[in-house]
């Protein structure tokens, strides 16, 4: 099955700066690559995804960038605000498995 | 419905007596998830039905725990002979299929006493 870790596991930011989650994974099979942001007490909620045809994904302050060579997808979220604290988690798949999440990294965001 | 339905919302139970939680999820989605989070934790996945297949029962953490999904909509997980270590939220989440958007429930937190 898939193996995911995220990096870092926790992030404090200063409001206004840029922070970065790293999602690697090992089936070179994984086509479809998903952030899921869950706020404390609330439900997770896709935020932006990306297909294996696609490099880079923008979305306003948040983009995903794909690198299937490495193995390896990243969320950045930039002018980063308050309300950007939360537990965010990577689920690469390829269709043919459950939809499986990584540990999640929680991302403080101090004004 | 507008979106994925979980019930109960909160489950306070004996330990040793058996649970049912139910999902309904949103209509036309072929696909349907179930995870444990617990406190402060990630979510650990239980059981994966898509469609007619069989489903993937490969995260269930003991014998004790069971699903079904019937019609192809409303799923319940059955948890039998609860333990204290069951206690956790139970989300379900729905999607059209393979390689789309999840939507999740919101939950039901069991507790066991």
């Known amino acids: 099955g898939e193996n995911v870790e995220q990096h870092p596991s926790t992030l404090s930011v200063q409001e206004g700066d840029s922070a970065v989650i790293k999602c690697t994974y090992s089936d070179s099979a994984s086509n479809y690559f998903p952030w899921y942001k869950q706020e404390l007490g609330k439900r997770p909620q896709l935020i932006i995804d990306?297909?294996?045809?696609?490099g880079e994904k923008k979305d306003q302050r948040i983009a995903v960038t794909l690198n299937k060579t490495a193995k390896h997808f990243s969320l950045h979220i930039t002018e980063t605000q308050p309300e950007d604290s939360a537990v965010y988690f990577c689920a690469p798949n390829s269709g043919n498995t459950p939809l499986v999440f990584g540990k999640g990294t929680r991302l403080s965001v101090i004004a | 419905g507008a979106g994925v339905s979980q019930s109960p919302s909160n489950k306070v139970t004996e330990k040793g007596k058996d649970v049912e939680l139910r999902c309904d999820p949103i209509?036309?989605?072929?696909?349907l998830y179930w995870y444990r989070q617990s406190l402060g934790q990630g979510l650990e996945f239980l059981i994966y039905?898509?469609?007619?297949?069989?489903?993937?029962k490969s995260g269930l953490p003991s014998d004790r725990f069971s699903a079904e999904r019937t019609g192809g909509s409303v799923s319940t997980l059955t948890i039998q002979r609860t333990q204290q270590e069951d206690s956790a939220v139970y989300l379900c989440?729905?999607?059209?299929?393979?390689?789309?958007?999840?939507?999740f429930g919101q939950g039901t937190r069991l507790t066991v006493v």
């Open positions: 990306i297909r294996s045809n696609v």
């Open positions: 989440a729905s999607s059209l299929g393979a390689n789309t958007e999840a939507f």
């Open positions: 039905f898509q469609g007619n297949s069989a489903p993937d």
């Open positions: 209509s036309g989605h072929t696909a």
